[in-house]
């Protein structure tokens, strides 16, 4: 194969270059959503679109306008318009197209980065861009200066030239392989990977200017080598904290006893700080790494511990102490605290089938406990507690239960102050009579109603079905 490589079928020869070129466009653009697809984006679909129009329109100004700059000696007359449109440079694209991005971001007022998604597809791109550079040889401005070394090609003009398109091609593999071995530390920082890929494109950029036959300089450094340090200027802080000692993205603060969310085992977890909330993070050797947020304001969950005082323990404890919290749960001797609110689920059935449903409850699931049962678990608690503070009757839904008055009216002899039922509010809605015998429960008693929106799309995607009726007959009750 000659270089240039121009085939020629059936009688038309092609320019394989700008083959390539909108061929990298597609397979950059396709490998895009397809990573998008298999990503959690933080950006709206909206944003996004404006963030790739921004993208596109600095990347043209910006390709172009470093094109010229390879050789301002074209004279930007009429007769040159043409050949300074077509006069296009990678490096002014990926520039242009960053600050594209930025002044979209600042326009739409989007904080969160956005050039991870973008950083593999642009690898791919100009991997396959570069192929077409290659094969056109010195018909564009991609070849090295002359060369005696191994490595020395001829590229269409009969000299042994440095086939810097090649050297590129090779540096992209490379590149793409390297930054795939890194990614889950990048992770850590949204934007990061963006940010080593154009810090170290631009570096191999930098030298690979050094071979190749420029004629415009200024200080002895060509225009895409003054670009290169403005680039590397730009991420100056990266650079600084890629070569400085390596920080955690959080901030330790304490110690403490967790379970693992998938097999209930003990485990330990650390508290700490993160983007402005506190988290819990676990490690289960069977299950591997969790993580979950336990509070959104770091300076309030701090100050909480200056409110510290002695425990107040219950009258009686339930069980003895024998694997530790949370294994002798019933109040054990080693809890902290007496009962300040306390829950008993009198059903495990509901009239719901929530996707959400913590309790697993549905309108087959489980039974419904005996009456005598739920007298033993109210009995129990005035044991504990002599006069409890509050007592929630739950489920399941605990307005399905055949006995639910009778058991509200054993509550009611008992000292307890303040008695609350959890329900999602259908029967009470369904049936104005039940409300009205609900509200004799009166003083010291409360619904604690189960409400997500007035939207039937939110409903259904929570409840499983659309409450809107229901919700709004509560709410016309409520404020009767």
Known sequence: MNIPFEPNIFGIKLNIHLILEYLAFF?????????????????????????????????????????????????????????????????????????????????????????????????????????????????????????????????????????????????????????????????????????????????????????????????????????????????????????????????????????????????????????????????????????VIIADDIAYYKNIRNYNKPSETPYKFNTKTHFGCPYDCGLCPDHEQHSCLTIIEITDRCNLSCPTCYAGSSPTHGRHRTFTEVKKMLDTIVENEKEPDVVQISGGEPTLHPQFFEILDYAKTLPIKHIMVNTNGIEIARDFEFAKRLKTYSPDFEIYLQFDSFKEEALVSLRGANLEKSDRKLWKISTN
């Not at 590149?175 to 990977?193: A, D, Q």
Request: aromatic share 16%; net charge positive; proline share 3%.
């Open 27 to 291: 397979i950059a653009f396709r490998y895009y959503f397809r990573l998008r697809r298999l990503t959690n984006d933080q950006i709206s679909n909206t944003n996004r679109l404006s963030i790739i129009l921004g993208a596109i329109v600095g990347a043209f100004v910006g390709s172009r306008l470093i094109g010229y700059l390879e050789n301002p000696s074209i004279s930007l007359s009429a007769d040159h318009i043409v050949q300074l449109i077509n006069t296009k440079s990678i490096m002014g694209g990926l520039f242009g197209g960053l600050i594209g991005v930025e002044i979209s971001k600042k326009i739409i007022n989007e904080k969160h980065s956005s050039g991870d998604l973008f950083t593999f597809p642009i690898i791919v791109g100009i991997f396959i861009g570069r192929i077409g550079c290659f094969l056109t040889g010195t018909k564009e401005f991609t070849y090295g200066k002359e060369t005696n070394f191994i490595t020395g090609m001829d590229l269409g003009d009969g000299l042994m030239r440095h086939p810097t398109a090649l050297y590129e091609i090779l540096f992209m593999a490379l590149l793409f392989i390297f930054l795939k071995s890194i990614s889950l530390y990048t992770k850590k920082e949204s934007g990061l990977l963006f940010k080593i890929f154009m810090i170290t494109y631009f570096g191999f950029r930098f030298f690979i200017e050094i071979i190749k036959p420029n004629v415009f300089y200024v200080f002895g450094l060509s225009s895409i080598q003054w670009l290169c340090i403005i680039c590397w200027m730009y991420y100056m802080t990266t650079i600084k904290k890629l070569y400085r000692m390596p920080t955690r993205n959080y901030t330790y603060y304490d110690y403490t006893i967790s379970l693992c969310p998938t097999c209930l085992k003990r485990i330990d977890a650390k508290i700490v700080f993160e983007d402005g909330n506190v988290y819990m993070m676990k490690r289960c050797p069977e299950h591997g790494n969790s993580k």
